[in-house]
């Protein structure tokens, strides 16, 4: 007799989908460290200290980098195996830092695209909110805009605009400027399994585990606009 208590294969599908970004950059991150680490100590050895410093530096970011997403993914594998945490108990995080981390995580992932992020936000949101489901609602917004909007491109630009609402709700307007949806992605983006690349592979689980962690997560709800050019998708929830 199966175990009920067992997840099910589809919840194993979306976690291993949501710990595949930060577990990626912490190995391109850690593959990158030897190099780094030879090329520092033959400019010692050259004593050139001006550009070993900064070769430092750039180790630093480096680490920064590994350190944020193992932290994540050990907050990931939390929530995963926790009770829902109280909105009292949540820590106090400025929301548009949080927002810039989660698309400079995803940019790393393709350094070949210049990606540029305006953030727009009323006034600094300083809110008690999960900074692990913000950054990965935002990061799968980003890795679809990298993935599907700025197809075949070298640049793309996300625009973020945030703003508090009555009754301590945030609203979070998400913007790309890559080429747009068709109707059917319009109509089944958030739905799971749904995919504009599925004969190439594509899983489908990336905009349904955004909606489920939007409504499941934060306690909001996220709702796709048409527009002109690009994609513009917003998300309310409670602070």
Not at 84 to 109: F, Y
Not at 127 to 142: E, F, K, P, T, Y
Request: charged share 15%; hydrophobic share 45%.
């Amino acid at each position: 007799m199966p175990d009920s208590t067992a997840p099910s294969d589809l919840a194993l599908r979306r976690l291993v989908h949501e710990l595949n970004t930060p577990v990626g950059v912490c190995a391109m991150a850690t593959s990158m460290l030897p190099a780094q680490i030879d090329a520092i100590l033959a400019e010692l050895d050259a004593a050139s200290l001006h550009k070993a410093m900064a070769q430092l530096e750039e180790w630093r970011e480096t680490v920064a980098l590994l350190q944020s997403s193992l932290q994540l993914s050990v907050q990931i594998l939390t929530r995963s195996t926790s009770p829902a945490a109280s909105v009292c108990t949540l820590p106090l995080i400025d929301l548009a830092a949080t927002l810039q981390a989660a698309v400079k995580l995803q940019a790393t992932r393709r350094p070949q695209l210049r990606l540029t992020c305006q953030v727009h936000f009323a006034q600094d949101l300083l809110v008690r909110a999960d900074s692990a489901v913000w950054q990965q609602v935002i990061g799968n917004l980003v890795a679809n805009s990298m993935l599907h909007g700025f197809d075949g491109r070298g640049q793309g630009v996300i625009h973020l605009v945030g703003t508090l609402l009555p009754g301590n709700h945030v609203l979070v307007h998400y913007y790309d400027d890559g080429m747009g949806l068709s109707e059917e992605a319009y109509a089944r983006l958030f739905d799971d399994g749904y995919s504009t690349r599925s004969e190439q592979g594509g899983s489908g689980l990336g905009m349904g585990i955004v909606r489920n962690l939007v409504r499941h997560k934060l306690g909001g709800h996220i709702d796709i606009h048409r527009a002109a050019k690009g994609v513009h998708i917003s998300i309310e929830a409670p602070c």
